[in-house]
């Protein structure tokens, strides 16, 4: 299984990036896809949940300007965050799972900086 996560990069307050995320090995449309992410000094936190049949669920902070969407065929899912802020910033993860068995799957991190 592997979770290739791109598209970080430095912004400015106020400013937009997308995420993506490649999945290979799994049978994607089976698998909820969740976006974390950890601040320096911080725990990981769950930023926004897509289930099979796209279901979402967003954390509070985010609501409102962070979308996330998948395509089952291309076995992508993406995190679009607009009116990014300094809190934003982070290293973000894409996360598989958990299936039935109760395994979940990460990729490596993408790192996001917002600049005030």
């Known amino acids: 299984v592997q979770l290739q996560a791109s598209g970080g990069g430095s912004v400015q307050a106020g400013g937009s990036l997308r995420l993506s995320c490649a999945a290979s090995g799994i049978i994607f449309s089976l698998y909820a896809m969740n976006w974390y992410r950890q601040a320096p000094g911080k725990e990981r936190e769950l930023v926004a949940r897509i289930t099979g049949d796209y279901s979402t669920t967003y954390r509070d902070s985010v609501k409102g300007r962070f979308t996330i969407s998948r395509d089952n065929g291309k076995k992508l899912v993406y995190l679009q965050m607009d009116s990014l802020k300094p809190e934003d910033t982070a290293v973000y993860y894409c996360?598989?799972?958990?299936?039935?068995?109760?395994?979940?799957?990460w990729g490596q991190g993408t790192l996001v900086t917002v600049s005030s």
């Open positions: 996360n598989a799972g958990p299936n039935s068995r109760g395994a979940v799957y």
